[in-house]
């Protein structure tokens, strides 16, 4: 099997083992080599953003000093979630392979299916003129760090 | 103007005076009470996953001590971008107020409206096999915590 992600799933059952959160490990791989893993810890950390994928961008960002993953592979045992997919564009990300597809997770009982489709909308704009100015403030600066 | 989009803003407008990244600011209430704040970090941690929904969502579950944020309303200063709008479903937030919308946020050199409208897919499956064997184990735990 591909190595890497024989390294994604060492990392997600050493996970589950612990009780840190469900069955998805990551790992993410520049020229070769692994900058990054991580392991789902919702359950550890009591925090829902802690998905397998975030933790290993966290993780290889450390490592190579930049919040910018170009030219990155991530292996994942898991089909990443909307907050995971974001993740990765904001990483840019160049490739991502997947283990489990979204119909397996929802099998198990996770609700990414569920997040897939949708289309409930509980938000509301509000103080849009007030935003607007911190936004002038910010296009002001000009020797900002763009991202 | 609203009492907690203020808030947010005040704290978009620390993080924007720091060069810790983006303008954006946020808070999440619980019963009237403010239990989370962050701003954007991006730049300042080098982490692409540092937004300020992301931020004020680990507060706000530090404070509380869970990873569920039912009954909560967050409040920030531009429209979620798919990763935060993933992170809002995962904590089960009740209500997002937001100020700028995605059109503002993509006047102003961010990729959001980029995101939501990209259909270009990187993702591969691989070792699907071997990764079911692991959700068998996960699923074969009893005393998990579920999320």
């Known amino acids: 099997m591909n190595k890497f992600m024989k390294m994604a799933i060492d990392e997600a059952r050493d996970g589950i083992r612990s009780g840190d959160g ?3 490990g990551c790992v993410i791989v520049k020229d070769g080599i692994v900058i990054g ?21 966290r993780s290889a960002c450390c490592t190579i000093g930049t919040f910018d993953l170009s030219g990155c592979q991530l292996y994942t045992t898991a089909q990443p979630c909307p907050m995971c997919a974001g993740a990765v564009q904001w990483a840019n990300i160049e490739k991502v392979y997947y283990g ?3 119909s397996d997770t929802d099998a198990i009982g996770f609700r990414d299916q569920v997040f897939f489709n949708s289309r409930k909308d509980i938000s509301q704009e509000l103080c849009r003129e007030e935003c607007l100015e911190l936004f002038r ?7 900002k760090t763009s991202y």
């Not at 403030?137 to 020797?143: P, V």
Request: glycine fraction near 8%.
């Open 37 to 57: 893993r991580g392991h789902n810890q919702v359950v550890r950390l009591n925090d829902p953003t802690c998905h397998g994928e975030i933790m290993a961008i």
């Open 22 to 24: 469900g069955p998805f």
């Open 100 to 102: 489990c597809n979204i």
């Open 137 to 143: 403030e910010y296009q002001s600066i000009s020797d």
